[in-house]
């Protein structure tokens, strides 16, 4: 079991706790103690995102962490240092969740593709604050976003909205709130997605 928690990265093995925390002196530690969310890839891989300090990725077989960050001047690198949610899809892509839009990793380049809001296009993404990744048993990817924490988006309150992802095309259909219409979202902010048995969302 791997535990993300405020004060550092937890592994428990059935019998016993191994700890993980950043170490000034290693940069193959952990970049911080406080994890906004965490998940596991194919190759055993865990990804954990730092708050407000970018991605990292723990190769358990050598306690390395490997660290990525957005580089002002690297259009390849992580969008922002803000993740907020991690998703590896059937295919083994890894889809990172950002304050400032949805990123695709590409495990050949270590770079990532970034699907941002563009307010001229409406098949863009609705919102750049990705808070929750969910693949449904199509395979397609959705994006829930919005943030539901004063101050965390200034001037963005309220925005958001559900996004399903054509992953052909890089477009995306929104799903928002209108307060016309009793059947639409009941509110732009979505925080967990989750697929019934049905296919009910």
């Known amino acids: 079991l791997w535990l993300a928690t405020q004060i550092g990265l937890y592994k428990y093995d059935g019998y016993q706790y191994i700890s993980y925390h950043p170490a000034p002196s290693n940069p193959n530690s952990p970049a911080a103690d406080l994890i906004e969310c965490i998940a596991s890839d194919r190759r055993g891989y865990v990804w954990l995102a730092p708050v407000r300090t970018g991605l990292d990725r723990l190769d358990p077989v050598t306690g390395i962490f490997t660290h990525f960050r957005h580089k002002k001047n690297d259009p390849g690198s992580l969008a922002s ?7 590896q899809d059937h295919d083994a892509t890894m889809w ?18 970034h699907y941002e809001n563009n307010p001229n296009d409406p098949s863009s993404l609705s919102c750049n604050t990705v808070r929750a990744l969910y693949e449904d048993k199509q395979g ?7 943030s539901a924490f004063y ?19 890089g ?14 979202l009941i509110d732009n902010r979505v925080r967990a997605i989750f697929e019934d048995s049905r296919g009910n969302f």
């Open 81 to 87: 240092d803000t993740v907020l949610a991690i998703l």
């Open 96 to 113: 990172i969740g950002t304050q400032h839009g949805l990123d695709r990793f590409d495990d050949k380049s270590n770079k990532f593709l």
């Open 140 to 146: 397609t990817i959705w994006a829930g976003t919005g």
């Open 151 to 169: 101050g965390e988006n200034p001037g963005y309150e309220g925005n958001g909205g559900l996004n399903k992802l054509n992953k052909e095309t």
């Open 171 to 184: 477009k995306f259909i929104r799903y928002m709130h209108d307060e016309k219409d009793p059947h639409s």
